[in-house]
Every structure is written in structure tokens, then in C-alpha cells.
């Protein structure tokens, strides 16, 4: 028991439990002002005594000095009064539960800091308002409203629930990567402006206003019935968006009902139920989202008549799905230049006039795998547009179809497929082309570890890619263009290339299926390629002797001509027999690799 004015000096001091006040006079614990004094106290912390109605006790904290107490009560039944200053600053940890008796007692946070360690809810009176609070573990629940003045920080897996009530704080900061919860129904149930770190979920059954951050997690959530959730403005979110909430026909979060445009930016949205409002009215909202998209339940619409919404995907790698609920309409997708969009599951757009557009722009790559662009059973104009210089990433065995055809990966009711777009087979099966590959083409790479059969002519403006272990089959007597052919990852000469059954300069039936069709390479892309042939020997007449091709660069296997004949599918460094009759020097001919491409010859053993 404290009385008096005790001066706590010691840097570290443990006491079982603590009363202040005692007898008949006002007790102070004073915290030295050098030092950073510690207290630490396993049991209660009585800030006042209930045996006289004298008997008021004082805490008063100094910078760098902290009180550690297992719970906490200010004041007593009694109305003794207990005070807490902070006003130099100080931090008081508290791992229990704080309580305030009595309705005389006076708590000043000044610039000190209250942390908080366990499951606790916070008193409805005297202690509501703070400079700093922590919340370090469990959670957290506000008692009443409050105001935070300094910083707010929640630590991971910790939890603030502020439940009906709001929190005010014109200045606060945030820091932590924890969770703030709230279900008050007031036009600002947090401070507006602020940015949080952490994660911030509405959850209430009522209607709620989302403040303006910007948010690194924003969660909606609840059971909402007919209530809406409205976005106060714009706003950015840098990490998810998450829409789990549920509600009856008609309830909606709204995003933007100001009658103009607006813009968020939003990391990863994930909506697994609710119906989500991106304009309502002449609104209509623009979404940059940088990372991955899942729409898995409820609806995605735009109401307004005038103009569609717009999702910009403009992250790097990035996996797109919309493959739940029952509308996604009215909202225009866009992949952007430097943007990788993966389809993740199906993805379904629907809408009638003004309809959905989804375009993959210049830089843009849409990647398909097996999963499939649709028009959802409503839409009548949906449309999907590869622009110029955007690539098409395509996984269906049946490639890519005319509208009307319910195959292929893009099934939308209008399909336009630009005829310098850039085109990619990686289906990792036999694969067709489809018959809306144009007949002219940005560039186009088989990459699907097998066949890829072609069945028109095509014109390919840039590079025609066959990668290893994939083949096309060119038709029987087509005629293709290319403006380079790369094979197996290597350049090719210029002029035509086929299989060994086609009229072609260059045949191989590596990538190449046994058909007469041809392709006709107009600029040679090949490197540098060196064979020396070395094996000078003596032997005796009628021995054998070994020579060997030492071949650098190109793609094996090769074709070498040399003075003693012709060596088909030779891979570098391999022996070569020989039995001369007389003494013989052996020179290289030619030496060509897979694709055709001819080697610097040198060596002329004996």
C-alpha cells in the first residue's frame, strides 16, 4: 500500500499487488524522472482505497517510465478518486481487465501510451479517450466511444472491436498489421482520412457508412438483410478488398452514388456473396487492381443507364476468376500494357446494352489455360477484343472459335481478334487452332508440348515460335509466311521450312508433323554456329580410326557432310568411324543445325 507521496527510483521494482491510498490522506506514486523506471505488479493495481472516503490515490507517470499491472481499477465504490496523469508521457501495460468504480476520477493520457494484452473490454466511463493505444494480443472491445489522439497500433492476430460504437481521432495514426471491427451505423463510425494498416472489417447487421482511408485490408462483412453499405468516397485499398456479407435481394454495397465517376485503387478483391454497386444513378466507378480477382458469390453490377464501370487490371501476375453468383454485368475489364491475367476459373460477364467489353490492350497477356472467357445465359453483346500488340494465351483443345460456337476459350456473343495481336498455344495437349485465328497475325508460339494443327494459310507480320517438345501440323499444301521462325528456342534461316514429306529448302519432323504444308521464313534469325572436326590418327592398313565434330552453338541435333560422307541426327563430340585405305585428311562440308542453320566449318585431321 502506497500513501503519501512515494517515489518509485529503482529501475526495476516487483510488487504482488498494490493499493494506492491509505489511512486518511491522498497517496501519489510518483515514477522517477531519470532512468526509465519499470514497476512491475503481478496482481491489482487499486488506484484508491474504498476503506475511507479520504483515502484518493494518484499515479502520476514520467517519460520512459512504465507501470506493468496484471489488472487495473481506478477509483472505488466508495467514490474515492483514483487519477492517472500521462501527461509527460509513460507507457501503462495492463494484462488483465480494467474496471472504474466511482464517478470522480480523472484519467489524463497527455502523450502516454495504454497497451493492452488480453480479452478486455474497455470502461464506459472516464477512460474514453487516449494519446496511444496499443493492443498487443486477444482482443479488445470498446465499452463506449472513444477518441485516439496519437497512434493506434494492433499487433498481428490482435483485435480492437469497437463494436456499436464510434471512434473519433482527427489526428490518429495507425500502426500493425491487426484488425479493427466495427458495426456502428453513424456517418463516421472511424476517422475519416486516416490510413490503416491493418485490417479494417465492417460487420454489422445495419446499415453502414465506409469512411474514406486509404485501407490496407478492407473487409465487408455481416448479415445485412435489406441494409446497404456505402463508400463515403473514393478511396485507395493496397491490399484485399474482401465483400463476404450477405443480404437480402436488393441490399447492396455501394461504391459510388455521388452522380460522378470515381476512382479506387484496389489491391486483390475477393467477393464471395452480397450484391456490389459500382454506380448507381449517372455514377459509375474505375477500379485499378493490381492484384488478383475472385468474384465467387453475389452480384457485380453497375445500375446507372448512361455509361459501364470499368476493372483495370494493371498488376504484373495476376489470377482472374468470376465464376459464382448470378450477375457480373454492366462493368467493362481491361488487361493493361505490362499486366499477366490468369484465368482461375471460369469467367462469366453478362449484361445487356450498354454491354461488357473485355479487351486485353497493347502489353496486355490474357492466359486462358483450360478455362473459359463466357457470356453469361442473359447476355446479348458481350463482347472480347485482343487489341493490337495484346496477347492471347490460348488452352482449349478446340483453341479459338467464331461467335456462336460455345467452344473454345473465348465464348462471349462478339469476339474481335486483331490481326497484328499476338497468339500463344499452351494447351499441353493436341491442340486446333480454332477458326478465328485471322490470317494474319502479330506473331503466333505453339507451346503445348505436342501438335498444333493449323487449317488455313496463315501470314505471321513477326515471329513464328515452335518451342521444344511441341510441333504444328502445317496442312497439306498450305502455304504460311512468317516474318522469323524460331524452333526449339533457336533462329532458323530464311526461306521455306517444313517436313521431310514437303517440298521445303529446310525439313525436320521435329517440329514439323508429317504433312506437305510449308512455312516461309522471310529473315533469317540464326547465330553463331562453330564445328571442328578433329581425329588425326595412325593406324595400321585395314584398322578403323575415330574422328569427331566439336560443334558450338545451334540447336542439335545436327547434319554433318564431311569428305567421307554424311552423318544425319550427330550431337556434338560423337564418333564418327572411319577405315581409309591410304592416308587420308577428312574436311567438314557443311554442318547444319536442326533448324537448318549452317555452322563455321574448320579442321582437317590425317
Given at each position: 500500500?502506497?500513501?503519501?507521496?512515494?517515489?518509485?527510483?529503482?529501475?526495476?521494482?516487483?510488487?504482488?499487488?498494490?493499493?494506492?491510498?491509505?489511512?486518511?490522506?491522498?497517496?501519489?506514486?510518483?515514477?522517477?524522472?531519470?532512468?526509465?523506471?519499470?514497476?512491475?505488479?503481478?496482481?491489482?493495481?487499486?488506484?484508491?482505497?474504498?476503506?475511507?472516503?479520504?483515502?484518493?490515490?494518484?499515479?502520476?507517470?514520467?517519460?520512459?517510465?512504465?507501470?506493468?499491472?496484471?489488472?487495473?481499477?481506478?477509483?472505488?465504490?466508495?467514490?474515492?478518486?483514483?487519477?492517472?496523469?500521462?501527461?509527460?508521457?509513460?507507457?501503462?501495460?495492463?494484462?488483465?481487465?480494467?474496471?472504474?468504480?466511482?464517478?470522480?476520477?480523472?484519467?489524463?493520457?497527455?502523450?502516454?501510451?495504454?497497451?493492452?494484452?488480453?480479452?478486455?473490454?474497455?470502461p464506459n466511463t472516464i477512460i474514453t479517450s487516449f494519446n496511444n493505444l496499443t493492443i498487443s494480443s486477444n482482443t479488445t472491445t470498446a465499452g463506449r466511444a472513444f477518441s485516439v489522439g496519437g497512434t493506434l497500433t494492433i499487433a498481428s492476430a490482435a483485435t480492437l472491436n469497437m463494436n456499436t460504437f464510434a471512434m473519433t481521432?482527427?489526428?490518429?495514426?495507425?500502426?500493425?498489421?491487426?484488425?479493427?471491427?466495427?458495426?456502428?451505423?453513424?456517418?463516421?463510425?472511424?476517422?475519416?482520412?486516416?490510413?490503416?494498416?491493418?485490417?479494417?472489417?465492417?460487420?454489422?447487421?445495419?446499415?453502414?457508412?465506409?469512411?474514406?482511408?486509404?485501407?490496407?485490408?478492407?473487409?465487408?462483412?455481416?448479415?445485412?438483410?435489406?441494409?446497404?453499405?456505402?463508400?463515403?468516397?473514393?478511396?485507395?485499398?493496397?491490399?484485399?478488398?474482401?465483400?463476404?456479407?450477405?443480404?437480402?435481394?436488393?441490399?447492396?454495397?455501394?461504391?459510388?452514388?455521388?452522380?460522378?465517376?470515381?476512382?479506387?485503387?484496389?489491391?486483390?478483391?475477393?467477393?464471395?456473396?452480397?450484391?456490389?454497386?459500382?454506380?448507381?444513378?449517372?455514377?459509375?466507378?474505375?477500379?485499378?487492381?493490381?492484384?488478383?480477382?475472385?468474384?465467387?458469390?453475389?452480384?457485380?453490377?453497375?445500375?446507372?443507364?448512361?455509361?459501364?464501370?470499368?476493372?483495370?487490371?494493371?498488376?504484373?501476375?495476376?489470377?482472374?476468376?468470376?465464376?459464382?453468383?448470378?450477375?457480373?454485368?454492366?462493368?467493362?475489364?481491361?488487361?493493361?500494357?505490362?499486366?499477366?491475367?490468369?484465368?482461375?476459373?471460369?469467367?462469366?460477364?453478362?449484361?445487356?446494352?450498354?454491354?461488357?467489353?473485355?479487351?486485353?490492350?497493347?502489353?496486355?497477356?490474357?492466359?486462358?489455360?483450360?478455362?473459359?472467357?463466357?457470356?453469361?445465359?442473359?447476355?446479348?453483346?458481350?463482347?472480347?477484343?485482343?487489341?493490337?500488340?495484346?496477347?492471347?494465351?490460348?488452352?482449349?483443345?478446340?483453341?479459338?472459335?467464331?461467335?456462336?460456337?460455345?467452344?473454345?476459350?473465348?465464348?462471349?456473343?462478339?469476339?474481335?481478334?486483331?490481326?497484328?495481336?499476338?497468339?500463344?498455344?499452351?494447351?499441353?495437349?493436341?491442340?486446333?487452332?480454332?477458326?478465328?485465328?485471322?490470317?494474319?497475325?502479330?506473331?503466333?508460339?505453339?507451346?503445348?508440348?505436342?501438335?498444333?494443327?493449323?487449317?488455313?494459310?496463315?501470314?505471321?507480320?513477326?515471329?513464328?515460335?515452335?518451342?521444344?517438345?511441341?510441333?504444328?501440323?502445317?496442312?497439306?499444301?498450305l502455304s504460311h509466311n512468317a516474318g522469323t521462325l524460331t524452333m526449339g528456342g533457336f533462329g532458323s534461316p530464311s526461306g521455306s521450312h517444313g517436313s521431310t514429306a514437303s517440298a521445303a529448302t529446310n525439313k525436320n519432323d521435329t517440329f514439323f508433323a508429317a504433312t506437305t504444308g510449308i512455312v516461309t521464313a522471310g529473315t533469317?534469325?540464326?547465330?553463331?554456329?562453330?564445328?571442328?572436326?578433329?581425329?588425326?590418327?595412325t593406324i595400321c592398313n585395314g584398322d578403323n580410326s575415330n574422328l569427331s565434330v566439336t560443334i558450338t552453338g545451334g540447336l542439335s541435333t545436327y547434319t554433318v557432310v564431311y569428305s567421307g560422307g554424311t552423318e544425319n541426327a550427330y550431337t556434338s563430340g560423337s564418333n564418327i568411324t572411319v577405315n581409309p585405305v591410304t592416308t587420308?585428311?577428312?574436311?567438314?562440308?557443311?554442318?547444319?543445325?536442326?533448324?537448318?542453320?549452317?555452322?563455321?566449318?574448320?579442321?582437317?585431321?590425317?
Open positions: 500500500t502506497r500513501r503519501s507521496s512515494d517515489l518509485v527510483t529503482v529501475t526495476n521494482a516487483t510488487c504482488a499487488s498494490m493499493v494506492i491510498g491509505s489511512g486518511n490522506g491522498v497517496a501519489t506514486l510518483t515514477f522517477a524522472a531519470t532512468g526509465s523506471p519499470v514497476l512491475t505488479v503481478a496482481g491489482n493495481v487499486d488506484v484508491g482505497n474504498p476503506g475511507n472516503q479520504n483515502r484518493d490515490g494518484t499515479i502520476t507517470f514520467t517519460n520512459g517510465s512504465t507501470l506493468i499491472a496484471n489488472s487495473l481499477r481506478l477509483g472505488t465504490t466508495g467514490n474515492q478518486v483514483g487519477r492517472i496523469t500521462m501527461t509527460a508521457g509513460g507507457l501503462l501495460r495492463v494484462n488483465g481487465a480494467i474496471t472504474v468504480a466511482g464517478t470522480s476520477s480523472v484519467w489524463t493520457p497527455g502523450t502516454g501510451t495504454l497497451e493492452l494484452t488480453a480479452n478486455n473490454t474497455l481521432g482527427a489526428t490518429l495514426t495507425t500502426s500493425g498489421t491487426g484488425t479493427v471491427r466495427t458495426q456502428n451505423t453513424s456517418a463516421t463510425p472511424l476517422p475519416t482520412g486516416r490510413t490503416w494498416t491493418g485490417t479494417v472489417e465492417y460487420y454489422g447487421a445495419g446499415a453502414q457508412t465506409v469512411v474514406v482511408g486509404p485501407y490496407t485490408n478492407l473487409t465487408i462483412a455481416g448479415a445485412r438483410g435489406n441494409n446497404d453499405v456505402t463508400f463515403a468516397g473514393a478511396t485507395n485499398i493496397t491490399g484485399n478488398l474482401t465483400v463476404s456479407a450477405t443480404g437480402n435481394a436488393g441490399a447492396q454495397l455501394i461504391m459510388n452514388n455521388s452522380g460522378t465517376v470515381r476512382t479506387f485503387a484496389i489491391g486483390n478483391y475477393t467477393q464471395t456473396g452480397y450484391e456490389v454497386e459500382l454506380g448507381s444513378g449517372t455514377a459509375a466507378s474505375t477500379i485499378n487492381l493490381t492484384g488478383n480477382f475472385s468474384k465467387t458469390g453475389g452480384y457485380l453490377v453497375t445500375t446507372t443507364a448512361a455509361l459501364n464501370s470499368i476493372i483495370n487490371f494493371s498488376g504484373t501476375s495476376q489470377n482472374i476468376q468470376s465464376n459464382g453468383g448470378t450477375i457480373t454485368k454492366w462493368i467493362n475489364f481491361n488487361v493493361l500494357n505490362g499486366s499477366v491475367c490468369t484465368l482461375g476459373g471460369q469467367f462469366n460477364v453478362d449484361g445487356s446494352s450498354p454491354a461488357s467489353i473485355f479487351t486485353v490492350n497493347s502489353g496486355g497477356t490474357l492466359n486462358c489455360g483450360t478455362f473459359n472467357l463466357v457470356a453469361a445465359p442473359t447476355a446479348t453483346a458481350t463482347t472480347f477484343v485482343l487489341a493490337t500488340g495484346g496477347t492471347l494465351s490460348i488452352g482449349s483443345a478446340a483453341g479459338i472459335t467464331t461467335a456462336g460456337t460455345a467452344s473454345g476459350n473465348i465464348q462471349t456473343n462478339i469476339r474481335t481478334f486483331n490481326n497484328a495481336g499476338n497468339y500463344i498455344y499452351n494447351g499441353g495437349g493436341a491442340q486446333a487452332a480454332g477458326t478465328a485465328l485471322p490470317a494474319t497475325l502479330g506473331s503466333l508460339t505453339i507451346s503445348n508440348n505436342t501438335v498444333l494443327t493449323i487449317p488455313t494459310a496463315k501470314v505471321v507480320t513477326n515471329n513464328f515460335s515452335i518451342t521444344t517438345g511441341s510441333s504444328t501440323n502445317l496442312g497439306t499444301g533469317g534469325t540464326c547465330g553463331a554456329i562453330a564445328a571442328v572436326l578433329s581425329g588425326d590418327n587420308t585428311t577428312y574436311t567438314l562440308t557443311s554442318v547444319n543445325d536442326t533448324n537448318g542453320c549452317a555452322a563455321t566449318v574448320s579442321g582437317a585431321p590425317t
